[in-house]
């Protein structure tokens, strides 16, 4: 059944129309002799729909069914005048209750109360719709898995195919993995401290790292790490990995909602050390804060931050002001508002240790998402962040979403790569694993 808006003209319509209809049933049952026609065309309506939630094991109950709704018999009687759709209905709604998911049992049982056939018939249907649904999702849900699986293999061979005619097709994805994996030695390098620092460069940690005894990265983590590096993509800075174009428009979906909530965290971190903890306490106060950064960061690129926290600075200065205000406390001194202005606006700097911190951390938590060991570290949200929470955890979902189908697909595809990248020493092989 399509569904309409509300209040659009589609939907009064429908309701007219839906209201005309039961209207007239309940004047050919309530005539004298009644006229059950369109009645029986209900019924018939109802026993197709109960067929079609049968499971094809459900013979017993397929035959239940077609004695009890048998159409010649109830034309018999209708035209004996010995109709009884009250009778009918409550055979119907058992067989509903044998047949809807547990959390429909209670809107089943409460169809029993109803005492006008005509109304009966009707929520009858409504849920029968319901619960077709409900018997679409459940397919769906049962299938997903196996459709899943033959989409990730025709996407698979199609990029082969592609392969086969042009072998240089995974030149920018080669470029992208060993960039990732210079950054992970590097990283590992740091970390440890064993590698010599000779070189600033990842590459020359990189190649050090090939060339001498330091543990190599595991292909998933060199992976997760190029997966994480896209979320800092500059344009025209390298060009985007082959296997991800298809997913660059939803990636970079992702980076700048990553980059606004870098900003919104990082204004009300400034504003909560200029105001403490009293002033931020109050009822509303963080939430008129981030909508309001929200609103004048929406839509624009990282590149114009500068300008917006601008108007964002007078725009957290006026709220503050109020609130005070509101409060009964004294405003701030002109020296402390200069201060808290100019603390906002440095956040435009790229370099700015507060924005850099958020950062930090938003990525962190967002690497759990990639992470296959990561699901369980999502609990303990980073500290600074508890404001953007609920707008983190769906860009994290989004995040992961995308990146699973990715590594699904070409996933064989970058073992083979990083095999060459991490080992250029091994033999080469031919064949395609899956990471």
């Not at 239940?64 to 010995?82: F, K, N, S, T, Y």
């Not at 997760?224 to 428009?249: F, I, K, S």
Request: proline share 5%; with cysteine; aromatic share 6%.
């Amino acid at each position: 059944m399509v569904n309409f808006p509300p209040h659009s003209l589609e939907n009064r319509v429908k309701e007219t129309l839906h209201k005309a209809f039961w209207d007239r049933l309940k004047k050919q049952i309530s005539a004298s002799p009644p006229d059950y026609t369109q009645a029986i065309q209900l019924l018939q309506e109802i026993k197709e729909a109960l067929l079609l939630l049968l499971l094809p094991q459900n013979s017993q109950l397929r035959s239940q069914i077609e004695g009890v709704l048998d159409l010649e018999l109830i034309r018999q009687e209708a035209e004996h005048g010995a109709l009884d759709i009250h009778g009918l209905s409550t055979s119907i709604l058992s067989t509903m209750a044998m047949l809807c998911a547990p959390f429909r049992d209670e809107e089943v049982q409460g169809l029993q109360s109803l005492t006008d056939p005509v109304e009966l018939l009707r929520e009858i249907f409504r849920v029968l719709d319901l619960m077709k649904m409900d018997m679409l999702n459940f397919t769906i849900q049962n299938l997903r898995p196996y459709l899943q699986e033959c989409y990730v293999q025709y996407e698979q061979e199609k990029f082969q195919k592609i392969l086969d005619k042009l072998p240089n097709s995974l030149d920018n994805t080669t470029e992208w993995l060993r960039r990732a994996a210079a950054a992970e030695v590097s990283a590992s390098s740091l970390q440890s401290q064993s590698c010599p620092a000779t070189s600033s460069s990842p590459d020359a940690h990189f190649q050090g790292a090939v060339n001498s005894n330091t543990t190599v990265p595991s292909a998933m983590s060199v992976l997760n790490r190029g997966y994480m590096d896209l979320l800092c993509w500059e344009p025209g800075q390298n060009e985007y990995p082959e296997t991800l174009l298809l997913d660059q428009a939803r990636l970079q979906e992702v980076q700048a909602q990553v980059n606004q909530l870098t900003i919104i965290a990082a204004v009300l971190l400034v504003t909560s050390g200029v105001c403490g903890s009293t002033l931020f306490d109050s009822p509303g106060f963080i939430a008129r804060l981030k909508l309001v950064t929200k609103v004048l960061l929406e839509g624009l690129s990282s590149i114009r931050y500068e300008e917006a926290l601008q108007d964002i600075s007078d725009q957290v200065l006026q709220e503050v002001s109020r609130t005070l205000s509101q409060l009964g406390y004294p405003a701030f001194t002109s020296e402390k508002c200069t201060s808290l202005k100019g603390q906002i606006r440095s956040i435009a700097d790229k370099g700015n240790a507060v924005r850099n911190i958020i950062k930090q951390r938003i990525h962190l938590f967002l690497s759990l998402f990639i992470s296959p060991d990561g699901q369980k570290s999502q609990k303990d949200f980073p500290k600074g962040l508890d404001a953007i929470q609920e707008e983190l955890q769906e860009v994290g979902h989004r995040f992961r979403s995308v990146t699973y189908h990715n590594r699904q697909v070409f996933g064989p595809f970058y073992s083979a790569i990083l095999k060459k990248v991490l080992f250029p020493e091994a033999e080469p092989d031919s064949g395609r694993d899956s990471m």
